[in-house]
């Protein structure tokens, strides 16, 4: 049996903190979400280890690495209302609703959105809130939103989510119709979007209105 909390303390180190993620509140998140409750049973021994791992419907959890870059990106407060798409399996909403004050999280797929309630819940994440549907369209209900996360790639500039951000807002995302795509960062100023470059990942088809056609 693997002593879980060494091995997260040991992925901080040495998949975190030495490769360059010194955020304090981050790293602290990323200490305590028990990311073992978030993978599938198979798994669970491989939860710590530096990769992305297979949830259910062909999916994935991602590297905590990208977990915690893409978290440290949109600089979190702990007032801030944030929204995901892409739930998968629950992690980074946990970790999300560790640093601020309310978490949305949509995810297309039910059968993925009921395992992330069950494993949000058993943690104890009550700032949680989930629904099954296309996150492209986002969450009109509760706009503008602090930050927006999306952790599936995209394959334009999310345009209504953009909408939904708050101006001074921060929003992170893959980008692109390769299978590997850059990582964007977005502010946004009035009604314009300041867009950076920040890296390059491999996250799986954001698939909606406002992303790649469903071939399912
Ligand atoms: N954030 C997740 C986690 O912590 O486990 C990992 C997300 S996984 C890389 C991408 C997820 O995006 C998949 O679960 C997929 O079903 C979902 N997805 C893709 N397109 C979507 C859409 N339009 N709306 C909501 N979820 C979507």
């Known amino acids: 049996m693997l002593n879980y909390r060494l091995s997260r303390e040991e992925m901080v180190l040495t998949q975190l903190e030495r490769r360059g993620i010194h955020d304090e509140r981050v790293l602290n998140a990323m200490r305590k979400v028990k990311r073992h409750h978030f993978v599938e049973p198979a798994f669970r021994d491989r939860a710590y280890d530096d990769t992305p791992l297979p949830i259910?419907?062909?999916?994935?959890?991602?590297?905590?690495?990208?977990?915690?870059?893409?978290?440290?990106?949109l600089e979190i407060q702990p007032t801030d209302k944030a929204l995901e798409i892409g739930t998968g399996?629950?992690?980074?909403?946990?970790?999300?609703?560790?640093?601020?004050?309310?978490?949305?999280?949509?995810?297309?797929?039910?059968?993925?959105?009921?395992?992330?309630?069950?494993?949000?819940?058993?943690q104890g994440y009550a700032n949680v809130v989930l629904k099954q549907g296309d996150g492209t369209i986002g969450w009109a209900e509760f706009a503008p939103f602090d930050k927006i996360?999306?952790?599936?790639?995209?394959?334009?500039?999310?345009?209504?989510?953009?909408?939904?951000?708050?101006?001074?807002?921060?929003?992170?995302?893959?980008?692109?119709?390769?299978?590997?795509?850059?990582?964007?960062?977005?502010?946004?100023?009035?009604?314009?979007?300041?867009?950076?470059?920040?890296?390059?990942?491999?996250?799986?088809?954001?698939?909606?209105?406002?992303?790649?056609?469903?071939?399912?």
């Open 56 to 73: 259910d419907e062909g999916q994935t959890i991602s590297q905590p690495y990208v977990v915690a870059r893409m978290t440290g990106l």
């Open 149 to 216: 996360i999306i952790t599936a790639a995209a394959p334009k500039f999310p345009k209504t989510l953009f909408s939904q951000l708050k101006d001074g807002g921060l929003m992170v995302f893959p980008m692109g119709e390769k299978r590997t795509q850059d990582l964007v960062l977005v502010q946004r100023s009035g009604e314009e979007a300041m867009m950076k470059e920040v890296g390059q990942v491999a996250f799986v088809p954001l698939v909606g209105r406002e992303g790649w056609p469903n071939s399912t």
């Open 89 to 122: 399996s629950g992690y980074q909403a946990a970790v999300l609703a560790e640093l601020c004050h309310k978490v949305f999280s949509i995810e297309r797929h039910m059968n993925l959105l009921q395992k992330a309630r069950q494993a949000l819940d058993e």
